[in-house]
């Protein structure tokens, strides 16, 4: 593994520890508190997708008449991650957004999607991201997490984007957060086996072959320049930051 790679994962351990070490993880004992983390995290679902489709944007070519961008490498990054994240399959192998599966884990769990549904209805009438997510009624800290995102998938450079979506946004569940869920899974199986099977999918595609391939890119977009691998790390401290004020909204509400 490339040197800056490893010494990147190493000045953000501390705070990658303190967030799997989150007291939010203790709180999840039954269907009603799973209910309370999914309609709070299904935020860290969504707007990773406009994170992922910034990076696309930046290291694809997706404007007519098309031009070759970047490298065939990058190229091939971020598109294949893309094709998983954006049409992957459900637990009966039918085309779905990691996003669209993730709202039907809902509904079958009975967790309300009312937040995440009036701020997705805003946006489709027009309305602009930034205002969008300040004039929600979500938690100060829910929109702290929103955006900051935005702010990084916007107007940050590709390989900071490439960091925080690397290293910010990189798999958070813990063991015990899958041994809980598989008990509640036991004791209310028609309620969570989809939630359940997107978890599972969840650890299988992003924290496997998707996080190898995200890795390539982030040491592709780096180089050997030191002052953009200083700026991939101080962003993915900040991302991991608004991650902790995330789960603290969904312990305070």
Known sequence: MKAEIVKLKESIEASRSQLLAHKVYT???DLNSLQNFAAFHVFAVWDFMSLLKSLQIGLTSVAIP???VGTANT?????????????????EG??????????????QMGASTSFIDELLADIKAGKDITKAIKDSTLPNEV?????????IAQNAPLHVKAAVFTFGREDLIPDMFTQILNDIY???PHKVSIF????????EVDGGHHSHLALEMVASLCGEDQTKWEEATTASLKALEVRYLLWNAILHN
């Open 27 to 29: 709180q999840i004992q």
């Open 66 to 68: 098309w031009v070759p």
């Open 75 to 91: 190229r091939y990054l971020i598109n294949e991650i893309v094709l998983g994240e954006e049409s992957d399959v459900d637990e």
């Open 94 to 107: 039918e085309r779905i957004s990691h996003f669209e599966l993730y709202l039907k884990a809902m509904h």
């Open 143 to 151: 929109k702290q997490f929103l955006a900051f995102t935005f702010d």
């Open 186 to 188: 036991a004791a209310q």
């Open 196 to 203: 359940k099977y997107y978890i599972e999918r969840h650890i």
